[in-house]
């Protein structure tokens, strides 16, 4: 998935400026930056939610989204949510809510499940469609840090093994850290990409002494100097 | 959160509350205490009187002609006012050039008197069935337009959003989405409108028709008949009551068993 915006305007504020980034297949890449940067509507013109800006997006085949808040209906079941959105059989519907630890919970609609399990329909709906671009604009936020952390674990668990180019809106560089392949941060205004910095540990390898590296290297200060290659 | 009244048994009578249940008594005592002090008749027909009417109204079949045909035509009047007014409303809801065009269209329509309505499409469309069922559609339609109107502009942008991303169609969006959202406007823009249109037909029926309550109930009254009248209009509202309680609460008891569910 490629995406090159040249310029996005909302009225005459001229939003993002030129950005240029891809995420290939199996990548996950986090990208962040201060509140009101920008990420938000990036997200929505890959997403194709929002067409009037200038560039393109390329190649992002089938695309899901684990959007802020779960937005999920809430006058059908978990099980209906996942089925009526995505198509998804029966039987992937029932190995995806055991894999996001929803068993037995088919039949509840949301408004039955806490915040945090709500989140992992949301998490579930996205995976069962199937996408080749997952986009996630800050799904663990407002949740307890170790409800946030087990999330985080699991999000890592099932997109083990996928072939999912994922982007993933996050304010928290220590999430962006333990998930990413890669950082982009976003900066400036109009806003542009100022940094990308590459986390090279392997996933499983990740632990909180290399985590608190890569915390390092993302710090202003730090040793994040990598303006590298935008592919 | 859940409330007692929503774990009661399976059948739809069950769930119909003592005090609903109650009712039809208290009322029958009431009236019947108050046609005791009036000690008039004629003018003030004890429950008993009435009720007796209604039995040899039935027996003779005129009950049944004339509550059905007023029935039909309150069927076929919201059907159209409802279908009508939800795309008119859903239309200016979602567009705001439409929305401004069409607003002081609906602010007049919505202030038209019933029976100026009435009279001209009478006038105008002809002592017809046609003719009365258009007219009351026509005085009714204007507040579903403006209920549903207030429905699709509360529409959930973020479901909006989800649904273009996961593809879903046009079909399964209505489905799934939108109507779910409508559907406690549809049912109070519903509950409001079969109460006004019912009312609206007996006075079509009065100025221009040869059956129904309306037609029956201008008889008996230049008969001065004023046990008729009560009988007439007495069957009709246990009719619509019965229309209420088992059909209309228990399909939005259903239509929102999500709200309650836990
Ligand atoms: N529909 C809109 N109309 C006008 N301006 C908008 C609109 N949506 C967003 N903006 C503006 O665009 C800028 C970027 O918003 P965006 O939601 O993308 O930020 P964000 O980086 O996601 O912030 P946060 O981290 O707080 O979610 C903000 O200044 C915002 O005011
Ligand atoms: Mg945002």
């Known amino acids: 998935m490629q995406v090159e915006v040249r310029h996005k305007k909302f009225g005459g504020a001229q939003i993002l400026d030129w950005i240029e980034m891809s995420v290939g297949a199996g990548e996950i890449v986090a990208l962040t930056g201060p509140s009101g940067i920008g990420k938000t509507t990036l997200l929505r013109i890959i997403a194709?939610?929002?067409?009037?800006?200038?560039?393109?997006?390329?190649?992002?085949?089938?695309?899901?989204?684990?959007?802020?808040?779960?937005?999920?209906?809430?006058?059908?079941?978990?099980?209906?949510?996942?089925?009526?959105t995505t198509g998804a059989e029966r039987a992937s519907i029932d190995r995806l809510l055991d894999e996001v630890g929803l068993e037995g919970k088919a039949k509840f609609f949301p408004g039955q499940l806490s915040l945090g399990q709500q989140r992992r329909l949301a998490l579930a709906r996205a995976l069962a469609a199937n996408p080749a671009t997952l986009l996630m604009d800050e799904p663990f936020i407002s949740l307890d840090e170790e409800t946030a952390a087990r999330m985080r674990r699991l999000t890592m668990k099932v997109l083990e093994g996928r072939r999912i180019a994922t982007l993933i809106v996050t304010h928290d560089l220590v999430e962006a850290a333990t998930l990413a392949d890669r950082v982009v941060m976003l900066g400036g205004r109009p806003a542009a990409i100022e940094t990308i910095v590459p986390i090279t540990t392997p996933r499983a390898r990740r632990d909180a002494v290399t985590e608190a590296a890569a915390l390092r290297a993302l710090t202003p200060g730090g040793a994040g100097n990598a303006h590298g290659n935008l592919t | 959160?859940?409330?007692?009244?929503?774990?009661?048994?399976?059948?739809?009578?069950?769930?119909?509350?003592?005090?609903?249940?109650?009712?039809?008594?208290?009322?029958?005592?009431?009236?019947?205490?108050?046609?005791?002090?009036?000690?008039?008749?004629?003018?003030?027909?004890?429950?008993?009187?009435?009720?007796?009417?209604?039995?040899?109204?039935?027996?003779?079949?005129?009950?049944?002609?004339?509550?059905?045909?007023?029935?039909?035509?309150?069927?076929?009047?919201?059907?159209?006012?409802?279908?009508?007014?939800?795309?008119?409303?859903?239309?200016?809801?979602?567009?705001?050039?439409?929305?401004?065009?069409?607003?002081?269209?609906?602010?007049?329509?919505?202030?038209?008197?019933?029976?100026?309505?009435?009279?001209?499409?009478?006038?105008?469309i002809g002592l017809t069935e046609a003719a009365a069922i258009t007219a009351v559609a026509i005085n009714k339609i204007p507040m579903v337009a403006v209920m549903m109107r207030e429905g699709a502009r509360t529409l959930d942008p973020g479901l909006n959003d989800m649904a273009r991303v996961f593809r879903m169609t046009p079909a399964a969006r209505l489905a799934h989405v939108v109507i779910p959202q409508l559907a406690p406007h549809f049912a109070s823009a519903g509950r409001a409108g079969i109460a006004l249109i019912w009312k609206i037909v007996l006075v079509v029926e009065l100025l221009g028709a040869s059956t129904g309550v309306g037609f029956q109930i201008h008889t008996y009254f230049q008969l001065f008949d004023v046990g008729a009248v009560l009988a007439y209009a007495l069957s009709f509202i246990i009719v619509m009551l019965v229309v209420e309680y088992l059909i209309l609460q228990p399909w939005e008891r259903h239509a929102s068993r999500w709200r309650n569910a836990g």
Not at chain 2, 24 to 50: C, K, M, Q, R
Not at chain 2, 53 to 75: D, Q, W
Request: net charge positive; proline share 6%; glycine share 10%.
């Open chain 1, 48 to 84: 194709g939610l929002d067409r009037d800006f200038e560039g393109a997006v390329t190649d992002p085949g089938r695309i899901a989204m684990v959007f802020q808040s779960p937005t999920l209906m809430p006058w059908r079941s978990a099980a209906d949510n996942l089925r009526l």
């Open chain 2, 1 to 124: 959160m859940s409330k007692p009244n929503n774990q009661g048994g399976a059948s739809g009578f069950s769930r119909i509350s003592p005090a609903a249940l109650l009712f039809p008594f208290l009322f029958i005592g009431v009236w019947y205490v108050a046609a005791g002090l009036a000690g008039n008749e004629t003018t003030f027909p004890s429950p008993v009187t009435v009720g007796k009417i209604i039995l040899a109204e039935a027996r003779s079949g005129a009950l049944f002609i004339h509550v059905g045909a007023t029935l039909a035509r309150v069927a076929a009047a919201f059907v159209i006012a409802m279908a009508v007014g939800c795309a008119i409303g859903l239309w200016m809801g979602r567009n705001r050039g439409i929305n401004r065009w069409g607003d002081p269209w609906l602010v007049f329509f919505l202030n038209m008197p019933a029976l100026v309505t009435i009279v001209l499409c009478y006038i105008w």
